[in-house]
């Protein structure tokens, strides 16, 4: 397992503990550093701190997936808000832990993790000149990265998923909102509108084609 801690104790008593618990750990307290080992090497799991110099943890993240890497990410924080946990979801991290904690449940969640395996990260979905990465939230149209929102997002990777496939509104409502939602489902007109505007443009054709009476489909 790769260790990336700027803090130079912490990360030699985390890779102590850990190889008492049978794992084989190598550390570095950089963030570009810690880069340049999960790409050149191969690591079963990757403990990743957030604050750190040069890149910090959610940029390596980012990074790490936007390459294709599916090693699974723990990530470290001396921060506990709900929002920073999120964002290191987003960002593609598997697990989130908050210092201080206990190397125990530590060693637990990266073996849980390991078990798990990268087997279970969402694949790159690429249909023409559109790529979109679930894992790592990530959508290109052709090399020019297009920018969206979370729901926008979540709507274009289901429909990404279904390629060719009429997707009908309540089936998108369903599973990108939620069964407990009692809205308009006109609201999805409102997303495909915002994913034409957004990504046509660069891929000089419709994307998303309106089968009437019946819902969406992605050519």
Same mark, same amino acid.
């Given at each position: 397992?790769?260790v ?7 990360a030699?008593l985390?890779? &102590? ?6 794992f ?10 810690g ?11 990757l403990v990743l ?7 910090n ?5 980012r &990074?790490?997936?936007?390459s ?6 723990l990530m ?8 920073d946990e ?5 960002v593609?991290a598997?697990d989130y #832990?908050t210092? =201080?904690?206990?190397?125990l449940v ?15 990260? =969402? =694949? ?20 020019h990265e ?13 429909l990404a ?5 009429v ?5 998108i409502?369903?599973n990108v909102w ?8 006109n609201?999805v007109e ?8 957004? #990504? ?6 419709? #994307? ?10 992605i050519q």
């Amino acid at each position: 397992m790769l260790v990336v801690d700027d803090d130079v104790r912490l990360a030699g008593l985390i890779g &102590r503990s850990l190889e008492a618990e049978g794992f084989r750990v190598r550390a570095t307290h950089d963030g570009q550093a810690g880069f340049d080992l999960a790409t050149s090497q191969e690591f079963d799991v990757l403990v990743l701190d957030i604050m750190l110099p040069g890149l910090n943890g959610y940029d390596v993240c980012r &990074r790490l997936r936007a390459s294709g890497n599916t090693v699974p990410i723990l990530m470290l924080s001396a921060k506990d808000g709900e929002y920073d946990e999120a964002d290191g979801l987003d960002v593609g991290a598997d697990d989130y #832990l908050t210092k =201080p904690f206990s190397y125990l449940v530590l060693a637990a969640r990266l073996r849980a993790l390991i078990r798990r395996g990268a087997a279970n990260r =969402p =694949p790159v979905l690429r249909i023409g000149e559109l790529t979109v990465d679930p894992a790592a939230q990530r959508c290109f149209a052709g090399e020019h990265e297009v920018v969206l929102t979370a729901r926008e997002f979540a709507v274009l990777a289901y429909l990404a998923a279904r390629p060719g496939q009429v997707v009908a509104k309540a089936e998108i409502i369903e599973n990108v909102w939620d069964f407990a939602y009692d809205g308009d489902f006109n609201i999805v007109e409102v997303y495909i509108s915002a994913l034409r505007r957004k #990504l046509d443009p660069y891929l000089g054709t419709r #994307l998303i084609n309106t089968v009437r009476g019946a819902g969406y489909r992605i050519q």
